[in-house]
């Protein structure tokens, strides 16, 4: 079964730190672009940041950039995404998703993603 699982979401205060983990079963990341996206209550699900199949090449939306770092782990099939200085903004779910890329190495990737995790719920509060 071809599967992502996304961990590490919880409750965390403004200002701290979460690390959150995208574990690939099934399949090998080795060749896919891997991206973070998030879904706040009550609003459209927005892309966060995006890492290609080497680690070369990296991206980042606005909101998140200087705070939220993406990086991945070939041999353990797992890409993680380091989020510092958490506001209560950043409460979200936050998705994983894979898309196969061959050899390109670059991000984001041309269209849509071919796999996608269930999502972790990270919680910014007092």
């Known amino acids: 079964q071809l599967q992502l699982v996304e961990s590490g979401g919880g409750l965390v205060q403004p200002g701290g730190s979460l690390r959150l983990s995208c574990t690939a079963s099934?399949?090998?990341?080795?060749?896919?672009?891997v991206e973070w996206f998030r879904q706040a209550p009550g609003q459209e699900r927005e892309g966060v940041t995006c890492?290609?199949?080497?680690?070369?090449?990296?991206k980042y939306s606005d909101s998140v950039k200087g705070r939220f770092t993406i990086s991945r782990d070939n041999a353990k099939n797992t890409v993680f995404l380091q989020m510092n200085s958490l506001k209560p903004e950043d409460t979200a779910v936050y998705y994983c998703?894979?898309?196969?890329?061959?050899?390109?190495?670059?991000?984001?990737?041309?269209?849509?993603?071919?796999?996608w995790g269930k999502g972790t719920l990270v919680t910014v509060s007092l």
């Open positions: 998703a894979a898309r196969a890329t061959g050899l390109t190495d670059r991000c984001p990737p041309n269209g849509d993603p071919d796999h």
């Open positions: 099934g399949f090998t990341l080795d060749y896919y672009t």
């Open positions: 890492i290609s199949r080497s680690g070369v090449d990296t």
